[in-house]
């Protein structure tokens, strides 16, 4: 396998098991939590862009328009970060990994109703089966699986600004943690109370707490760089398959590690899910194959001059494929080269 392809894998790997490590902390609230990330990725963001030229601000590139589009996204990455902590603190991780499932039909959903996208016959039918899936859930276990689609929407809400923005991925994030700080800092400063240390973190001494915030920046910013370098290097075709291992991993930690409820109502639900990725992902693999091919046979049909001209008119100097006067031709059509 390629370099790239390590990469993406190691990414979401990172953040399929990255319940592991807020289970540690959950004798804080998820509001402090959320400010000690802030911090610690923005410090962490700093340096890196001490250490890498080329990820420095420009002159111009943060104007008034920018900055506002940006502070939108940095409310819907609040929002998506302080759900999944509270959902993975509370015990949910199970139904914050359907959330992440539904993340891409999500994403293709606010396509057609923002960016007035069409959808293919074979997307109609997975966005119907997940819509199906979450239908079944509400009805049958009683509630709407609103943790599942607050994350999913807030990540394909963010995702559609970012698709325009005009910052790399290390920027924007940096802008957007900056302007996290303010309300970081009053949510730190000004929330709850620290709980009584709970779970694995009962036996943890006051230091070891303290490291553990302190690595909030490194699992932060980590999977991000490992995505960034792999979505330069393969193919989004690739890419839109191994992104489902973080919420599987989430799953299966939840299910298998931390004991989460998984009944038969849940499977059902959760099978429509996945059997509408499953079809998302084929037919998009194959739509994907199908473009390129036919991309390359009209670039191959290009470059050979293949292109046929109107029958009611001479070639002319000029054209493709015609001797120019004084070439030691007699004005008809020159060999094409392979």
């Known amino acids: ?47 890196l862009l001490i250490f890498r030229p080329q990820d420095r601000f420009r002159r111009g590139q943060l104007s008034a328009r920018v900055v506002m589009a940006y502070a939108v996204t ?3 990455l609040y929002a998506n970060w302080l759900t999944f902590i509270w959902a993975v603190t509370a015990g949910f991780i199970v139904e914050s990994s359907l959330g992440y499932f539904l993340s891409p039909l999500v994403t293709v959903g606010l396509g057609v109703v923002v960016l007035g996208e069409r959808l293919r016959p074979g997307q109609w039918v997975a ?20 943790i599942a689609l607050l994350l999913a929407s807030t990540f394909g809400l963010y995702g559609l600004i970012k698709k325009q923005a005009s910052l790399g991925a290390m920027q924007g994030l940096t802008v957007e943690t900056s302007l996290l700080c303010v309300p970081a ?39 991000l760089l490992l995505f960034g370098a792999s979505v330069r290097r393969i193919p989004l075709s690739q890419m839109g398959i191994i992104q489902y291992l973080a919420p599987t991993l989430q799953f299966l930690l939840g299910v298998l590690v931390y004991g989460e409820v998984f009944g038969q109502f849940q499977l059902v639900g959760y099978g429509l899910v996945w059997v509408a990725l499953l ?26 001059g293949l292109v046929r001209r109107p029958a009611d008119r001479r070639p002319a100097p000029g054209d493709v494929g015609v001797d120019e006067p004084g070439d030691g031709g007699e004005g008809g059509l020159r060999g094409v080269e392979p």
């Open 1 to 47: 396998m390629s370099t790239g392809l390590w990469y993406g894998i190691a990414a979401y790997i990172w953040w399929g098991v990255s319940p592991i490590y807020w289970k540690q902390l959950d004798q804080l609230s998820p509001t402090a939590l959320i400010g000690h990330r802030v911090f610690w990725s923005l410090l962490i963001l700093g340096l």
């Open 127 to 146: 966005v119907a089966l997940a819509a199906g899936g979450v239908v079944y859930l509400t009805v049958s276990v009683g509630t709407l699986p609103w």
């Open 279 to 304: 079809l998302f992902a084929v037919e998009g693999t194959y739509a994907y194959r199908a473009q390129r091919a036919a991309a390359t046979h009209r670039d191959a049909y290009n470059r050979r």
């Open 74 to 76: 940095a409310a819907l």
């Open 185 to 223: 800092a009053a949510f730190l400063f000004l929330g709850p109370d620290i709980a009584p240390p709970a779970g694995a973190a009962a036996n943890a001494t006051p230091w070891m707490n303290q490291a553990l915030l302190a690595a909030s920046g490194v699992i932060t910013v980590g999977p």
